[in-house]
């Protein structure tokens, strides 16, 4: 069973930046697709980034696209989510989760990825 742990959120100004860490056990990590999903109260959960299983080929939300940097480093089982110039609407929950079969990069889906953190709380204040 693969565990997934994410760290890193908290409380920042709009225009400020956070970067948040999932940290991953299992020796198969370099063959996962990893994702960062968000949720915010009241709405569904929300694909924000994915980073294929070498890294090579990279996903972004609209919404998130020229802010976000999401990257990995196989030898420390770890993806990371790199957040500048936050604003009030990226104030969510932030899920780090792997798919280990996809039928197209990226899934995009949250039924696509078979495991998940716990969540680590962003909170974007105007």
């Known amino acids: 069973q693969v565990q997934l742990v994410e760290s890193g959120g908290g409380l920042v100004q709009a225009g400020g930046s956070l970067r948040l860490s999932c940290a991953a056990s299992?020796?198969?990590?370099?063959?996962?697709?990893m994702g960062w999903f968000r949720q915010a109260p009241g709405k569904e959960r929300e694909i924000v980034a994915a980073?294929?299983?070498?890294?090579?080929?990279?996903y972004y939300a609209d919404s998130v696209k020229g802010r976000f940097t999401i990257s990995r480093d196989t030898a420390k089982n770890t993806v990371y989510l790199q957040m500048n110039s936050l604003k009030p609407e990226d104030t969510a929950v932030y899920y780090c989760?792997?798919?280990?079969?996809?039928?197209?990069?990226?899934?995009?889906?949250?039924?696509?990825?078979?495991?998940w953190g716990q969540g680590t709380q962003v909170t974007v204040s105007s």
């Open positions: 989760a792997a798919a280990r079969r996809w039928n197209r990069f990226p899934p995009r889906q949250r039924d696509e990825y078979d495991y």
């Open positions: 980073i294929s299983a070498t890294g090579s080929g990279t």
């Open positions: 299992g020796r198969t990590f370099s063959t996962y697709v």
